[in-house]
């Protein structure tokens, strides 16, 4: 098609179709440079065709990495932060219910060790644990500042007409002892939650245990089966012996279990990290 047969104003340097992402927004984050999806659509469908691999070395909050898998792109997405790692892994299951590797991170005790006495290390470490059992970041981008002594949210189906409920997640990557379960303990009652989870790099002593003990147990409404309310894990135990906290199902609604990614594109996907 030559230009001057077309109708219309031809496509400007400048893009002012497309809104930018204000703080009401559905799709903001509150990351600081996060860009609107129609925007890297654009870019993507412009510049590749399916089936073509989107490399995005700074994805930050991952925005182009859900447009590419969007349009039936294979991507690689590569950041240093574990926020950054957390956000977009949360991002992905819920648009399209991936659960993507990540390659590079502490697979073993005294990488994450190391990992927690690094530059940065206590937040770097809190949101790499976070990662392991799923659980999304609070505090958006911002690493300091008081947290009311939670550092993550896992969410799961309390109610038959989908109401939510919630495990609150504290992380420790020094010295840990009976007055933080207590804390947490103090934490998912005045939050409501109904479960809360201690994640420790060092082994929890004998009063810790007791201590968890002492929350006694949720009981789902929808199945009926018991959680402990207090639920303590090592890295040792998420890395080495693969566990994963006791909780109820998250039941998606029917938009959103129409929305995932057929497994037959999951795999293809999968075997771009193989």
């Not at 890395?239 to 594109?265: C, N, V």
């Amino acid at each position: 098609m030559y230009l001057e047969e077309s109708r219309g104003i031809p496509v400007q340097d400048v893009w002012s179709d497309v809104t930018s992402l204000s703080g009401g927004h559905k799709e903001r984050l509150g990351w600081q440079t996060q860009k609107p999806v129609a925007l890297l659509e654009r870019i993507v469908a412009a510049s590749s065709k399916q089936g073509d691999v989107v490399l995005d070395p700074f994805c930050g909050c991952g925005t182009a990495v859900i447009a590419a898998e969007k349009l039936g792109r294979r991507w690689i997405g590569i950041d240093i932060t574990y926020l950054s790692i957390a956000v977009m892994k949360a991002r992905l299951k819920d648009s399209f219910g991936l659960n993507v590797p990540v390659i590079g991170q502490p697979t073993e005790v005294e990488g994450a060790r190391q990992l927690a006495q690094g530059d940065d290390g206590r937040y770097q470490f809190q949101w790499w644990a976070l990662n392991l059992i799923d659980a999304r970041p609070l505090g958006g981008t911002e690493k300091k500042g008081s947290d009311r002594g939670i550092d993550g949210r896992v969410t799961f189906t309390i109610g038959p007409k989908g109401e939510m409920g919630q495990a609150l997640v504290s992380v420790k990557s020094g010295h840990v002892n009976s007055a933080m379960v207590r804390d947490l303990k103090g934490t998912i009652e005045r939050e409501k939650a109904e479960i809360g989870i201690f994640i420790t790099l060092e082994e929890p002593t004998r009063e810790m245990e007791l201590e968890a003990t002492t929350a006694g147990i949720y009981t789902s409404p929808i199945s009926g089966k018991d959680y402990p309310r207090i639920q303590i894990f090592t890295i040792r135990e998420l890395l080495e012996e693969h566990k994963k906290p006791m909780l109820p199902l998250l039941i998606l609604p029917t938009y959103q279990q129409a929305e995932r990614i057929p497994d037959k594109k999951a795999a293809e996907q999968k075997e771009l990290f193989g």
